[in-house]
């Protein structure tokens, strides 16, 4: 089992910026692959932003369109911890922020039922 802890959302003005650290215990994550998710009111969960691993291609990162040039996912397996780092936030990036591990490599734009375990979230809120 995994067990992962998000944090460091918070309020934050348009333009700012916030990083977001996933912590996880229970396993070394350094062979899982690891997602943000988030889920905005009355809204569905939306991949975010993933670091796959696998053994053939290594580490690959992918981002959805809205957040390319703004976010970047990182990974320290030193710390067991992933973080995300926000810039240039969007009041339409207000949403609960989901960490998320996969034993498998999922793909480019993948699907939360890709992933095997969750964290419960934290909640990123940007004013205009």
């Known amino acids: 089992q995994v067990q992962l802890v998000e944090s460091g959302g918070g309020l934050v003005q348009a333009g700012g910026s916030l990083r977001l650290s996933c912590a996880a215990s229970g396993r070394t ?3 899982y692959s690891m997602g943000w998710f988030r889920q905005a009111p009355a809204k569905e969960r939306e991949f ?3 670091i796959n691993w696998s053994y053939w291609s290594g580490s690959r990162t992918y981002y959805v369109d809205s957040v ?3 976010f970047i996912i ?3 397996d030193a710390k067991n911890t992933v973080y995300l780092q926000m810039n240039k936030l969007k009041p339409e990036d207000t949403a609960v922020y989901y960490c998320a591990a996969a034993t498998s490599s999922p793909g480019s734009y993948p699907s939360p039922d890709e992933y095997d375990y969750w964290g ?3 909640q990123v ?3 205009s």
């Open 48 to 50: 975010v932003a993933t």
């Open 125 to 127: 809120t940007v004013s």
């Open 29 to 31: 994550i350094s062979r």
């Open 120 to 122: 419960q979230g934290t």
């Open 74 to 76: 990182s990974r320290d």
């Open 68 to 70: 390319k040039g703004r």
